[in-house]
């Protein structure tokens, strides 16, 4: 090592300043604005002023050297991490996304819900129907149901014991036998084929106002009769011609007179109807039932209790061309 490189501490002689090229190549150039070279030169030191305004650039990763320290160019340069790029975003947390989703369909299921709770007991207590009604027809109205479930509870029973008794070894034949006749019977009466007697009530048509009794107001009565557990029904006219009425039985008009199963009939009318009396009663006597609007045209309708009622008149059986029972 020379004497040069020792004196500067860093093994290496100290750059030479700037020197203008010599020969042809080093002349100056002729153009009048041509800058200095000196100016152009990299290795040119910067003046009082650019040194006070320039700050030095330190590069990442670069450790500063202080001026008069020994570096050591035989370790290994700094491994330097390139930095992540800006827009890159960061990873979502997961399940976020997911849960948010499911948040906001529960909330819309919970408001639908409410929503449908708030229409129905809103529309349950504004009922017109019942609100108009008055204390009595409420209690005559509950009083008809309560008969009604009474007599299906019955119907239930006697069911549940012919089914016991059905069961049973030797008693099962003749309790066969005799729920076979029982059943015959009850089609019977059902059908008209037969005549009944039991309590009931016997209800007169009286018209009014010289506005006949219509065939629509007689057909009203034998519907709420039936709805309120009517097992045999017939009906008779002034000239005591009397017709059962059955599932099948229609009602005309025709000249003042009523004409029902094709016979005519001239009024007043009287049905005579089999079944509990009470809830027969209340049926016809509901807000807007049979009794009401007969009454609204200038009539009269006359309801009365008998212990035992007679249903004689019979039906006759339709002639069957193409069905045969089978056995």
């Known amino acids: ?78 491994e330097v991490q390139p930095a992540a790029p800006a827009d890159e975003a960061q990873p979502a947390a997961p399940g976020r996304s997911r849960w948010s989703a499911a948040g906001v369909m529960i909330a819309a299921l919970l408001a639908l819900l409410g929503f449908t709770l708030v229409v129905q007991l809103k529309t349950t207590s504004t009922d017109p129907t019942l609100g108009a009604t008055r204390q009595e027809d409420l209690v005559r109205i509950l009083s008809d149901l309560d008969a009604r479930e009474n007599r299906l509870q019955q119907d239930i029973r006697t069911l549940e014991d012919s089914q016991r008794q059905l069961r049973s070894g030797e008693q099962g034949r003749q309790a066969a036998l005799d729920e076979a006749t029982r059943r015959a019977d009850q089609l019977g009466i059902l059908a ?49 011609a009397t017709v059962r009425i059955i599932a099948s039985t229609y009602f005309l008009e025709e000249n003042g007179s009523l004409v029902v199963e094709g016979r005519r009939l001239t009024g007043p009318f009287t049905i005579t109807v089999i079944g509990d009396p009470a809830t027969m009663r209340t049926a016809l006597n509901i807000p807007g039932g049979v009794v009401a ?35």
Request: hydrophobic share 30%; net charge negative.
């Open 192 to 240: 008209g084929t037969l005549p009944a007697t039991g309590p009931g009530l016997t209800v007169r048509f009286d018209a009014g106002g010289g506005k006949p009794i219509s065939s629509n107001q007689v057909l009203d009565a034998v519907q709420e009769l039936r709805g309120a557990g009517a097992e045999a029904m017939q009906i008779s006219g002034g000239d005591r």
């Open 293 to 327: 609007s007969v009454q609204g045209v200038g009539g009269n309708v006359t309801v009365e209790e008998r212990g035992v009622v007679e249903v004689s008149a019979l039906h006759a059986p339709i002639k069957l061309e193409h069905a045969r029972p089978v056995s």
């Open 1 to 78: 090592m020379s004497d040069e490189q020792t004196e500067t501490g860093t093994g290496w002689p100290q750059p030479a300043g700037p020197v203008r090229p010599g020969g042809p190549a080093g002349e100056p150039d002729p153009r009048p604005d041509a800058p200095d070279p000196d100016e152009l030169s990299p290795l040119a030191p910067a003046g009082p002023g650019e040194r006070e305004s320039e700050s030095p650039v330190e590069e990442p990763g670069v450790a500063p050297v202080e001026d008069g320290a020994t570096v050591d160019l035989s370790a290994p340069a700094p």
